[in-house]
């Protein structure tokens, strides 16, 4: 009896930012016919965020300058990992990535890119980064279909993005995956934590709450899904002065001397 047919998902593509293994179904085409996600990108314009990615390598160089060797930076929800591979790359000799995802299949990936693109000083944690320590039920799209796999809410909303596929968060159709707070890792330090998780990003800063009092790093967050009012007040209860930048919240502690080399209108 024939095999059926075997669909190719993901795929090697020598994009602008490295060779990346890239899930070719990684689209959803929006509203007016534009087409959206990391994939979509990486495939169609051979990069994704360039200029952003190039911004957090700028302000890693920083952090080196004003803290010395042995930069850290942790990237949550890091999906493939462009941003992790681009930082990775830059701080070659001096500094290391710790890439966080919770989709096991994106997570293969994650690991597939730091391995062919030889970023020894980056490693992979197959997680949901979070408030504590646990395990979470996650739903599981179809990878063989298209979707914006990185809009993928890990717990539903009142407004859950239709991400190009209908998910199913009944709970007979989750899996679990482990849930961890950032100050459990045991990192020796954190000069940037970038935080893009669908709408969790307040449950990764409660997790990282010490972390954040001990180094005052760079934090960089997603805001679109979350209440920015209430990301505002939590950046402010640690001290940081913090400023909407597009779909993300930049914010710089006074305290670090990186603020001096950095000028943001509030």
Same mark, same amino acid.
């Given at each position: ?20 293994? *890239? ?48 930069? *850290?930076? *942790? ?14 790359? $830059? ?59 990185? $809009? ?58 010490? $972390? ?7 934090? *960089? ?46």
């Amino acid at each position: 009896m024939p095999h059926p047919p075997r669909s190719l998902a993901f795929i090697l593509a020598p994009t602008d930012q490295g060779t990346l293994i *890239v899930n070719r179904f990684d689209y959803r085409i929006d509203e007016v016919g534009e087409g959206i996600g990391i994939g979509f990108n990486l495939l169609n314009a051979g990069s994704y965020e360039a200029t952003e990615a190039n911004i957090v390598c700028n302000l890693l160089a920083l952090r080196r300058r004003c803290h010395g060797d042995g930069v *850290v930076a *942790v990237d949550c929800g890091a999906n493939i990992g462009v941003f992790t591979v681009e930082w990775a790359k $830059s701080m070659t000799g001096w500094g290391e990535v710790v890439a966080i995802e919770a989709q096991e299949r994106i997570f293969y990936a994650l690991a597939g890119n730091i391995a062919i693109n030889n970023c020894l000083n980056a490693r992979a944690i197959h997680a949901a980064a979070g408030a504590s320590n646990g395990t979470m039920n996650i739903p599981q799209p179809n990878y063989l279909m298209p979707a914006t796999f990185g $809009s993928l809410e890990l717990r539903a909303s009142e407004k859950t993005e239709f991400i190009g596929q209908d998910i199913s968060y009944a709970e007979e159709h989750l899996r679990p995956v482990a849930m961890i707070a950032i100050d459990t890792i045991g990192l020796r330090r954190i000069d940037l934590l970038k935080i893009d998780v669908e709408g969790m990003e307040a449950d990764v800063l409660e997790g990282a709450k010490a $972390s954040i009092a001990r180094d005052h790093p760079l934090l *960089v967050i997603e805001h679109i899904k979350s209440n920015v009012r209430v990301l505002h007040d939590i950046l402010a209860e640690h001290g940081y002065n913090s400023y909407v930048v597009g779909m993300n919240i930049m914010a710089i502690h006074p305290d670090d001397p990186v603020a001096q080399f950095v000028r943001m209108a509030p």
